[in-house]
């Protein structure tokens, strides 16, 4: 028997309101980014021209084209994960800047495994993923302890030490775990029995995983007692404190399971795509991340298609040149205009003659202030 609640029968309503924000700083953001194009080419009609070719170029070359869908979806994989370890310390009240280094660190981690420690197929290839776990959720410890028992701010914390593992990382790979044969700066590669299936071109299984990851911190987050104690730290800490939450507990469990799960991410890059771990390895994914979230709504669910849309940018934008001979920064345009949309969603109101409905879903919960 199927129910007519109030509640069930208007959660569809709530869930296309919670989207309105979203498509539409999307659409200005495509508006825009159209604009720019035009007034910078050399009449507007040729400007016309190149938005259609541009814009067509993004989508056929990270979709239509030859393994562009597969190429989309390798993409997509670390965003949905750090776009993760963006959610949810927004939902415990915190701002993770942090998920580059995340990442970073929880490749190191993971490759060294994958590299110096014999196990069969399989159990190698899971302890790796889990060495990247660790790896990353040590360094999201760290800013969420300082934040938690010294009230020293998480943005800075986490800027610090995105800079700390990179450059840290670089030194390794360069120095004492340089593979000593080739001549690009990479370690040795990693053992067979710790490599990702892949399934079709450059897609591994590390897609899948991110899919499942994303189910998981969904249920974390909606359907644990633990993710309630969470939420309502970052909603109310005083609250929470006054119901028995222990909040600072709650800021560091987030930036841990932040940091974990882009450390994933990162070692799912090297099991999956390179077999070695790179100077340089940072591929930006850490910041791009802060937008997915914004875009998703910190929503662990909604990230996917999120993750997805910045998948299609990451990859159309070498389409954009080359289709329309446009520099590859108006993408990079696109998606920092999607975030500033998102995140001051009063603008795409404004803009749109919108009411503010004050339904939580249809705004991002941000960081607390400085300290408190």
């Known amino acids: 028997m199927q129910s007519n609640s109030p509640e069930s029968a208007s959660l569809p309503r709530r869930l296309l309101k919670s989207l309105t924000i979203p498509l ?5 953001s495509l508006f825009i980014g159209a ?9 507007p009609l040729i400007g016309l021209q190149k938005v259609g070719e541009g814009y067509w170029g993004i989508i056929d070359g990270a979709i239509f084209g030859r393994n562009g869908i597969t190429n989309t979806l390798v993409a997509t994989s670390p965003l949905i994960l750090t776009g993760l370890a963006v959610a949810i310390p927004f939902r415990a009240g915190l701002f993770n ?7 970073v660190m929880g490749a190191f981690t993971g490759t060294l495994v994958a590299i110096y420690v014999p196990l069969p197929p399989v159990i190698h290839a899971i302890a790796v993923v889990i060495a990247g776990f660790i790896g990353g959720a ?16 998480e943005v800075i914390n986490t800027i610090m030490l995105n800079f700390i593992a990179i450059l840290f990382v670089n030194y390794a790979v360069r120095g004492p775990f340089k593979d000593p044969n080739p001549s690009n700066v990479q370690t040795l590669p990693i053992q067979e029995t710790a490599e990702l299936l892949r399934i079709s071109g450059r897609l591994h299984l590390g897609f899948f995983i991110a899919l499942l990851l994303a189910g998981v911190t969904y249920y974390f987050l909606f359907r644990t007692t633990w993710g309630f104690s969470l ?18 507990n709650q800021f560091i469990l987030s930036m ?4 974990g799960l882009a450390g994933v991410a990162g070692i799912l890059e090297v099991q999956g795509l390179t077999r070695v771990l790179t100077e340089s390895f940072a591929a930006g994914y850490g910041f791009d991340a802060i937008a997915v979230s914004l875009l998703a709504l910190n929503n662990p669910l909604a990230i996917i298609p999120a993750a997805f849309i910045f998948g299609i940018l990451r990859i159309g934008g070498d389409f954009l040149q080359i289709r329309a001979g446009l520099s590859v920064h108006i993408v990079s345009i696109l998606q920092a205009l999607i975030l500033l949309f998102v995140s001051a969603p009063a603008i795409v109101r404004y803009l749109f003659r919108l009411k503010s409905t004050g339904d939580e879903l249809e705004t991002a919960p941000l960081s607390r202030g400085w300290g408190g």
């Not at 604009?35 to 009449?43: D, G, P, Q, W, Y």
């Open 24 to 28: 539409l700083a999307i659409i200005t």
């Open 35 to 43: 604009l720019v194009i035009i007034f910078t080419a050399e009449t």
């Open 97 to 103: 800047i942090g998920a580059e280094g995340q990442f």
């Open 138 to 153: 040590i360094w999201g410890y760290i800013p969420g302890f300082l934040r938690a028992r010294l009230g020293s701010h």
């Open 231 to 248: 939420r309502t730290t970052g909603q109310n800490p005083d609250a929470a404190e006054y119901a028995g939450i222990h909040s600072k």
């Open 256 to 259: 841990s399971l932040a940091g």
